[in-house]
């Protein structure tokens, strides 16, 4: 059973626009998320995270949205460039009881058109 | 400053074959994680070292994957005898004990192919 999905396995939109990547937890254990960002032949890159206690992280042109009550949570990209293409995987991590494991979603591949 | 990094980038192995991978994570990382994905799912962890001893090893598959740690630098999975299955890229990951936004830092992973 999937405890982390991600429902879209693709998103494309137009440079300039905003992208919104989605991603739907089942785990109510889990109280830290994190998107990473994954080129071809290349290991998953940290990209932004957020706690449980806050709503909305926000970092440059990247910004985590978390609905705890309806266990969701979602990335915007404002604005898209070209270089954005890549997959998204949103994990999430439950830090209590010791483990930092982080239980990864399929991923999201964006394509950022020119 | 290195990233972590594994060897090889590529195995391609027959079933019932050895494969050892190494990863190499960043200095001072005391935290240590094999995560694998299989084509077209989701990364999964496999087990996770803090320095030399194993804190969580809940994602290994079977007792055909052995993970070492020793001295707490360095670390190595064993795959013995490999199936079909065992086929996917498998990463590596580092982080310090105290990480403060909870991110890790993957290697590149290493692609096996059991034939």
């Known amino acids: 059973d999937q405890q982390v999905k991600q429902n879209s396995p693709s998103l494309s939109v137009q440079e300039g626009r905003i992208s919104i990547l989605n991603c739907d937890y089942t785990?109510?254990?889990?109280?830290?998320f994190l998107w990473y960002k994954k080129y071809p032949a290349e290991g998953p890159t940290f990209l932004i995270s957020i706690s449980s206690i806050k709503d909305k992280n926000e970092d440059g042109r990247f910004t985590v949205f978390l609905n705890k009550s309806a266990k969701h949570l979602s990335l915007h990209i404002v604005p898209s460039q070209p270089g954005d293409s890549a997959v998204y995987f949103c994990a999430a991590s439950p830090t209590q009881g010791g483990s930092e494991k982080l239980v990864f979603g399929k991923g999201t591949k964006l394509t950022v058109n020119p | 400053e290195a990233g972590v990094t594994q060897f090889p980038s590529h195995s391609v192995i027959e079933k019932g074959q050895t494969v050892t991978l190494r990863c190499d994570p960043i200095s001072g990382h005391d935290n240590l994680y094999w995560y694998r994905r299989v084509m077209g799912k989701e990364i999964k962890f496999l087990l996770h070292?803090?320095?030399?001893?194993?804190?969580?090893e809940s994602g290994m598959p079977n007792n055909r994957f052995l993970a070492e740690r020793t001295g707490g630098t360095y670390s190595t999975l064993k795959v013995q005898p490999a199936e079909l299955e065992d086929s996917g890229v498998y990463f590596c990951?580092?982080?310090?004990?105290?990480?403060?936004?909870?991110?890790?830092?993957f290697g590149p992973g290493t692609r096996l192919t059991v034939l």
């Open positions: 990951a580092s982080s310090p004990l105290q990480a403060p936004l909870m991110e890790q830092f």
């Open positions: 785990n109510s254990m889990f109280d830290y």
């Open positions: 070292f803090v320095k030399e001893s194993k804190q969580d």
